[in-house]
């Protein structure tokens, strides 16, 4: 079956980086888009970032533009989110997913496949 299982998160502090990573499993890397998304507690599920299946587009949320960036390796099933710069406020939980399209979707519903989270506590 279809895994992505993150890793990376942790606890920093303000204006600290952090690297995530997103191994997927069970499915042809290759065809599928990949998206971060965040959520912090009592709040929805927002885009982070995007990237399509060549890792040759990108799409970013505003809030985190010119300061994280996604990139991936198809050779290893992997996809990264380099965050840098982090803010107290961008603690939350960070999900990966997959929609097997070319299209980078900034909306949770479109992705098929999804994460288990990783915890991200930036601290001020």
């Known amino acids: 079956q279809v895994q992505l299982v993150e890793s990376g998160g942790g606890l920093v502090q303000a204006g600290g980086s952090l690297r995530l990573s997103c191994a997927a499993s069970?499915?042809?890397?290759?065809?599928?888009?990949m998206g971060w998304f965040r959520q912090a507690p009592g709040k929805e599920r927002e885009f982070v970032a995007g990237i399509s299946r060549s890792g040759g587009a990108t799409n970013y949320g505003d809030a985190v533009k010119d300061r994280f960036t996604i990139s991936r390796d198809n050779a290893k099933n992997t996809v990264y989110l380099q965050m840098n710069r982090l803010e107290p406020e961008e603690t939350a939980v960070y999900y990966c997913?997959?929609?097997?399209?070319?299209?980078?979707?900034?909306?949770?519903?479109?992705?098929?496949?999804w994460g288990q989270g990783t915890q991200v506590t930036v601290s001020s």
């Open positions: 997913a997959a929609v097997r399209s070319n299209v980078i979707f900034i909306t949770t519903r479109r992705y098929e496949y």
């Open positions: 069970g499915l042809t890397f290759s065809l599928y888009a």
